[in-house]
């Protein structure tokens, strides 16, 4: 009985605890000063205190239902605990899943498992995605390793797909895309194609309820196509799992030549070993459908945009793919399990390899060189929230300057989506914002019709607001013209902080 108990603890130990633990050393090495109190605030990634359920929460106001669930999820776990300790379990969550889930799919001993699980939650997609402050898709990310082994065992394939339902359309997406391939050829695909689809009714269904049809504006896939972020050009890029269209999302030193070399080694090795080292691996031919189909999409906007543009303007629902360089998990997943094979090659050294993901992408660690940072929303803020929230009468909140992404002096001038749709967003009460994408000089149109309706509304008098049901105007102040100031000459200034002003139009 002990030796049986001992060797259950030292399986126990191989394939969950020790690479959770490695998983969660990781996150902590990646994040550093972001795991401070406060909020990290960087891209797409906004999180806010006391967040509340609205329309917007639901996919029903406001653009695509990209933050749903995942805005629901989060309003729900910040009724028991603060929304800033919230946001720091779930990125430390993607380390952890992410790690040991693809430990677990590497037939080798520990080592090699450990090797694995480094290669998946530290490489350019993780690092070019957190400072993208797509977390979501990241939750998604993670699950993939654990939705693979759900399908090949036909069995817990919905409790190993819940991060990406949490997620929302773009985890679902890179999901769908992983394990479908694998359950075809288990002969599991209705079932996991209906569980697909469950899980995708949350942001499915209000896109499809919206009164007004959603648009996919085709100069978003020139906007979002994938970029050379390395010496080896766009397509070159994403086989090293990098190539992200916005170049504030790169790490700092990301484009060394000797350190991009050693990068692309890493994944090229991984592919390599997937096929050239025996092993049961039930998923095999799977992923590699799913990572050569991700990786064709992730090409497509940079060698084919004409037909991808076609593709958009023919259906909104390919704007999917415009966004196509997240398309590569798979191949970093394929090439996480190929580098955990590899390193049951060379067991003596297979230690040591766990640190080589680290040591050829140095410059994530601690927030990326501080990149990501945890700060607080200034008091003028919670001043304004307070007088909307004490407020009976009904009107919504309209948020100036009219730009989806903001630069704020309290936040380190770090690009951030607008916070002021969810951090203003006091029950009965939805916040207008602008959600037009700026990427260089390309401009991505708005998919809200009301905040086209809006946009209209802004070239003429204030007083035309009303027809649109706009009660209060917040301004930055710190960015906020004095033109944008005369314009609002006769609205009541309620609260007036450096940091921003509200007021509240019409005479009550």
């Known amino acids: 009985m002990r030796h049986v108990l001992t060797d259950l603890g030292r399986r126990l130990r191989g394939r969950h605890v020790a690479p959770a633990l490695l998983g969660l050393a990781l996150g902590l ?33 406001g653009g695509a239902a990209r933050a749903v669930p995942s805005d ?65 898709l990241l939750l998604g990310y993670a699950g993939l390793p654990w939705a693979v082994r759900a399908v090949c065992a036909g069995r817990r394939t919905a409790v190993a797909l819940l991060p990406a339902a949490a997620g929302g359309f773009a985890a679902m997406a890179i999901s769908a895309l992983t394990v479908l391939p694998i359950a075809l050829l288990t002969r599991r695909a209705w079932r996991t194609g209906l569980l697909l689809l469950a899980f995708s009714l949350p942001w499915l269904v209000p896109t499809m309820l919206r009164p007004e049809g959603l648009v996919g504006d085709p100069a978003g896939v020139e906007a979002f196509a994938a970029r050379a972020d390395s010496p080896f050009g ?31 080694a890493v994944v090229v090795t991984g592919v390599a070993a997937f096929w050239l080292v025996r092993a049961e691996l039930p998923f095999r031919v799977g992923l ?33 793919l415009r966004d196509a360089q997240q ?31 680290p040591a050829v992408l140095p410059t994530l660690a601690w927030g990326a060189f501080g990149a990501l940072a945890a700060v607080p929303y200034p008091d003028g803020w919670h001043a304004a929230r307070a007088v909307l929230a004490a407020d009976r009468e009904p009107g919504d909140v ?37 959600d037009a994408v700026r990427v260089g000089g390309i401009v991505v149109a708005s998919e809200d019709p009301r905040a086209r309706r809006v946009g209209g509304l802004l070239r003429g008098p204030w007083t035309g607001l009303a027809a649109e049901g706009i009660r209060y105007v917040v301004v930055d102040a710190e960015i906020g013209s004095p033109s944008l100031q005369a314009w609002l000459t006769g609205a009541k200034l309620l609260v007036d902080t450096p940091e921003i002003r509200l007021y509240r139009l019409g005479r009550t």
């Open 29 to 61: 090495l990646a994040l550093g000063p972001a795991l401070r109190p406060g909020y990290v605030l960087v891209q797409d990634m906004v999180f806010v205190p006391d967040p509340a359920f609205t329309r917007f929460t639901f996919g029903l106001s």
């Open 72 to 136: 629901a999820v989060v309003t729900l776990l910040s009724m028991a605990l603060p929304a800033w300790l919230v946001q720091k379990l779930v990125l430390l969550a993607v380390f952890v899943l992410g790690c040991s889930g693809t430990a677990g799919l590497v037939p080798a001993g520990l080592a090699p498992r450990l090797v694995a699980g480094a290669c998946y939650v530290w490489n350019p997609y993780v690092a070019e995605r957190l400072l993208m402050g797509q977390w979501a």
């Open 234 to 264: 766009a397509v070159g890029s994403l086989l090293a799992l990098g190539g992200i269209w916005n170049a504030h999302a790169v790490p700092v030193g990301y484009d060394v030549p000797v350190a991009a070399v050693a990068r692309l």
């Open 288 to 320: 590699t459908v799913a990572a050569a189909a991700g990786f064709a999409i992730a090409c497509l906007g940079a060698v084919a945009p004409e037909a991808l543009k076609w593709l958009v303007g023919l259906w909104a629902g390919f704007a999917v």
């Open 327 to 357: 398309f590569v998990a798979p191949l970093a997943l394929l090439a996480a399990v190929g580098a955990g094979l590899a390193a049951s090659r060379v067991r003596a050294a297979a230690p040591v390899l766990v640190g080589v993901p």
């Open 398 to 434: 309209l948020v100036l300057p009219f730009e989806s992404y903001r630069r704020f002096p309290w936040n380190g001038m770090r690009a951030v989506l607008d916070p002021a749709q969810r951090f203003f967003a006091v029950p009965g009460r939805e916040v207008v914002v602008n």
